[in-house]
């Protein structure tokens, strides 16, 4: 497991920018599957844009939260984007379609709160937890990756 502090957004930019690179090299005939998790405001979207600024998109990166998913292309990677914060049940993301999010080949997966839909979503290939470090310093982030 790797950890690492931020103390700032930038920082915390950096360090998906930084983890994109994990994700280039590890393609696989399915999609990649990464676990975004952290409480509200932990920094998940913004890791999120990091990633896609390692990916070199220069397009908008927002939190999918009313969407369900956002999806998001770039030259080496197709990236879905999933906030299943208001996923009541499961089996909403196979109304949806989750299955064919999950098989295609060239893409990354990339779901923030994935405890409301665990039954449903196969082992992540990556598990991000970001959590709030430092009570004096609100901008002070530990990002764990394995």
Not at 6 to 24: H, M, N, P, R, Y
Not at 79 to 90: G, N, S, V
Not at 102 to 126: G, Q, Y
Not at 130 to 136: F, L, T, V
Request: hydrophobic content about 35%.
């Amino acid at each position: 497991m790797n950890k690492i502090e931020t103390t700032s957004e930038d920082e915390t930019l950096s360090v998906g920018k930084e983890f994109s690179a994990t994700l280039k090299k590890n393609k696989t005939n399915r999609s990649l599957i990464l676990f975004l998790q952290g409480d509200l405001g932990a920094g998940k979207t913004t890791f999120t844009k990091g990633i896609m600024l390692g990916l070199e998109y220069d397009g908008l990166v927002k939190s999918p939260t009313y969407n369900l998913v956002e999806i998001h292309e770039t030259q080496e990677l197709k990236i879905y984007h999933f906030d299943l914060y208001r996923i009541k049940d499961p089996y909403e993301l196979e109304e949806i379609g989750i299955r064919e999010y999950l098989e295609e080949v060239n893409s990354v997966c990339i779901f923030e709160w994935p405890e409301n839909a665990e039954s449903l979503l196969p082992k992540p290939d990556f598990d991000v937890n970001i959590e709030h470090h430092k009570n004096d310093e609100p901008n002070s982030r530990l990002i764990a990756i394995k």
